[in-house]
């Protein structure tokens, strides 16, 4: 790859048990920790400007690489076991309820979202052989 650039020339490994967050580039084989949440986490996504969210059992928080600032985005009753981005969505699966919802990922204001029957950890396209999803307005 000549001249890479941006945050898909890099890795995000994360520890899931202290929370930490590490930055690996596999073109230059250096990286490191780049925060630590200081508690149980449940999952990481990264969107395209770089920022992390991260979800533990109760909340999502979103990490500004920009800043530094750490903000809670989401706190919700369910607990969330995953999370991905697309676009400015943010989507976090509620294992305790079997829920998927979407969110605006700066704002963290609710958008209509899809409810699953059954496993929620699996983030899935609808029509990808999970024949039970219907939209949920929330």
């Known amino acids: 790859v000549q001249n890479p650039h941006g945050v898909s020339d ?3 490994l994360t ?4 929370g930490d967050v590490f930055l690996y580039n596999p073109l230059t084989q ?3 920790r780049i925060y630590s949440f200081g508690r149980t986490i449940t999952d990481v996504a990264v969107d395209d400007t770089g920022n ?5 059992f109760n909340n999502v928080y979103k990490y500004t ?6 903000t809670t ?5 369910g607990a969330f076991n995953s999370l991905a981005i697309q676009g400015n969505t943010l989507y976090a699966a509620s294992g305790s309820d079997s829920n998927l919802m979407s969110y605006d990922k700066d704002t963290g204001v609710n958008r209509p979202g899809f409810r699953r029957h059954g496993r929620a950890s699996i983030l899935a396209e609808p029509g990808g052989g999970n024949e039970q999803w219907d939209a949920v307005h929330g």
Do not use: H, K, N, P
Request: overall charge negative; proline content about 0%; glycine content about 16%.
């Open 10 to 12: 890099y890795v995000f």
């Open 15 to 18: 520890d899931l048990v202290d």
């Open 30 to 32: 250096q990286g490191g």
């Open 52 to 56: 992390i969210y991260v979800s533990d």
């Open 65 to 70: 690489v920009g800043t530094g600032a750490l």
């Open 73 to 77: 985005l989401i706190s919700s009753s």
